[in-house]
């Protein structure tokens, strides 16, 4: 009877054990399920970072596009401005030798010392757009609509004035030569396309606007 109570026991605890295998292979199944499938959730995630990259790079792209496009109100404003701003610096170079103020010899001074670079700036676009950059001497008076361009018999009147009479002059002529240049750079801002020009038209709409102020104070019209 004994013998028989201890055969049951052994079976029974060999059917325990058996059953314990059986669990921990069930839960190596198990775990060999979650593992693939948490592989599976990380290749899932992969492609979603590349999208983000694409967009990335194709934001770029566009931000790129956006700084070298340009249009015709562009290429006007460039070419117009170019010898607008020359005849600003051929007036400027003759108060050195002519002007009596101090305030007009520095105000001319800072004339050229702004618009010599912009210039050559101006210049760079045109080339890069494909553009004829208009020769030096070119003073089409009536096109690209240069407002406050000196006629010839003006500027004549300017190199031969000197003293009191070249400061009143040149800061007339100025004055409307700077009028000029603020309506071409308005124009610019409200149909250009081209990013950086319509920056530089805003830069020229703050600074001229400042000197027309400058140049009105010097004449006693403030």
């Given at each position: 009877m004994i013998r028989k109570r201890s055969l049951m026991r052994r079976t029974a605890v060999v059917a325990a054990a058996g059953a314990a295998?059986?669990?921990?292979?069930?839960?190596?199944?198990?775990?060999?399920?979650?593992?693939?499938?948490?592989?599976?959730?990380?290749?899932?995630?992969?492609?979603?970072?590349?999208?983000?990259?694409?967009?990335?790079?194709?934001?770029?792209?566009?931000?790129?596009?956006?700084?070298?496009?340009h249009n015709a109100a562009d290429v006007a404003f460039a070419k117009g401005m170019i010898p607008h701003h020359r005849q600003a610096v051929e007036m400027a170079d003759l108060a050195p030798g002519r002007a009596r103020s101090a305030e007009v010899k520095k105000l001319a001074a800072d004339i050229k010392k702004a618009q010599?670079?912009?210039?050559?700036?101006?210049?760079?676009?045109?080339?890069?757009?494909?553009?004829?950059v208009p020769a030096e001497g070119a003073m089409d008076h009536s096109s690209h609509d240069m407002g406050g361009m000196m006629t010839a018999e003006e500027m004549t009147g300017l190199e031969n004035a000197s003293g009191k009479a070249f400061d009143t002059a040149f800061t007339e002529l100025m004055i409307k030569h700077h009028e000029g240049a603020v309506e071409m750079?308005?124009?610019?801002?409200?149909?250009?396309?081209?990013?950086?020009?319509?920056?530089?038209?805003?830069?020229?709409?703050?600074?001229?606007?400042a000197e027309i102020e400058q140049m009105?104070?010097?004449?006693?019209?403030?």
């Open positions: 295998a059986l669990v921990l292979a069930a839960c190596g199944g198990s775990g060999g399920d979650d593992g693939s499938a948490g592989h599976g959730g990380h290749a899932a995630t992969a492609p979603s970072s590349a999208p983000s990259s694409s967009a990335s790079a194709s934001a770029s792209a566009s931000a790129s596009a956006s700084q070298g496009q010599d670079p912009e210039i050559r700036t101006l210049s760079g676009w045109l080339t890069s757009w494909g553009e004829d750079a308005r124009t610019e801002q409200a149909d250009g396309a081209h990013g950086p020009a319509r920056k530089m038209a805003g830069e020229i709409i703050d600074s001229q606007s009105n104070a010097l004449l006693g019209k403030d």
